[in-house]
T-cell receptor, first 114, second 113 residues
């Protein structure tokens, strides 16, 4: 069964600190993995996309890693800011014969305190 | 360049009623997908429209139906509303139905009383 599991479910950190969010997946065949940021009541916005051959990709203070062998990904946030408070969702796309399906994790709710 | 837009922003209905949600895709996009997101959960795939036809469907009952118009905009219809249908409904558009990045709209918050 194709699944995406994220941990932790929620996280509270102080402003300026770093944190790492985890994503494990069983989706196969694998096409790509995206990390999205979703502010409360808003639609998700893509942060990074990782394909099978990519190990690390950065977008400002966000750095995503992918280990396709163990089917694990992480999102590292450096020097957190209050505006980083949001839900971070891991989304894996399967490679289908006609349509690529998206599989969503439940998200990690990050709260940054001043 | 306008992104994905959805209307209305919020909606309150009672059980048994019917609702229609609307989505305009990002300029140049031809594929629209709909998702249901319950509070504290990840989005759940409802269905995808391409060339005015439903191309793929998730595990949702027939009460959930949709339509895509020639201008690529789309509607999501839900009949016989249940309390459990209360959620954020997200629309996402993409250029290529198999590989293109999906851009999400702000969502419609549906509350069923």
């Amino acid at each position: 069964k194709n699944q995406v599991e994220q941990s932790p479910q929620s996280l509270i950190i102080l402003e300026g600190k770093n944190c790492t969010l985890q994503c494990n997946y069983t989706v196969s065949p694998f096409s790509n993995l995206r990390w999205y940021k979703q502010d409360t009541g808003r639609g998700p916005v893509s942060l990074t996309i990782m394909t099978f051959s990519e190990n690390t990709k950065s977008n400002g203070r966000y750095t995503a890693t992918l280990d396709a062998d163990t089917k694990q990904s992480s999102l590292h946030i450096t020097a957190s800011q209050l505006s980083d408070s949001a839900s971070y969702i891991c989304v894996v796309r399967s490679r289908g014969s006609t349509l690529g399906r998206l599989y969503f994790g439940r998200g990690t709710q990050l709260t940054v305190w001043p | 360049d306008a992104g994905v837009t959805q209307s209305p922003t919020h909606l309150i209905k009672t059980r048994g009623q019917q609702v229609t949600l609307r989505c305009s895709p990002k300029s140049g996009h031809d594929t629209v997908s709909w998702y249901q997101q319950a509070l504290g959960q990840g989005p759940q795939f409802i269905f995808q429209y391409y060339e005015e036809e439903e191309r793929q469907r998730g595990n949702f009952p027939d009460r959930f139906s949709g339509h895509q118009f020639p201008n690529y905009s789309s509607e999501l219809n839900v009949n016989a509303l249940l309390l459990g249908d209360s959620a954020l409904y997200l629309c996402a558009s993409s250029l290529d139905r198999a590989m293109g990045e999906q851009f999400f709209g702000p969502g419609t918050r549906l509350t069923v009383l």
